[in-house]
């Protein structure tokens, strides 16, 4: 299983950045996908989550309301819409994937991409 995630970069505070995860390796219809991120000194936290067989979403308190998470079966792709940016949002941002799990946990995930970042100026 590969994902491979893109999309991050340098924004102003207040704007908006889509992150992309590419997944491929296998069929995913089973998995939840989620987004994770680490900012700096910090450890690893929840964003955001969807399953991939009926789309359900999760989403962390701190971004609910700003950011989006999606999935688009045909491309094998998650994106995670962002909007309203602030500062605090500043990290390196995981996809990973999770076969079969009903809780969603950092520890719980079986895949992990290499992370992107996105750095939120003020």
């Known amino acids: 299983v590969q994902l491979q995630a893109s999309g991050g970069g340098l924004v102003q505070a207040g704007g908006s950045l889509r992150l992309s995860c590419a997944a491929s390796g296998r069929t995913f219809t089973n998995y939840i996908m989620g987004w994770f991120r680490q900012a700096p000194g910090k450890e690893r936290e929840f964003v955001a989550a969807?399953?991939?067989?009926?789309?359900?979403?999760y989403y962390a308190d701190s971004v609910k309301g700003r950011f989006t998470i999606s999935r688009d079966n045909a491309e094998n792709t998650v994106y995670l819409q962002m909007n309203s940016l602030t500062p605090e949002d500043t990290a390196v941002y995981y996809c990973?994937?999770?076969?079969?799990?009903?809780?969603?946990?950092?520890?719980?995930?079986?895949?992990w991409g290499e992370g992107t970042l996105v750095t939120v100026s003020s």
């Open positions: 990973a994937a999770a076969a079969g799990k009903t809780i969603i946990s950092i520890s719980g995930m079986d895949y």
């Open positions: 969807v399953k991939w067989s009926g789309g359900s979403t």
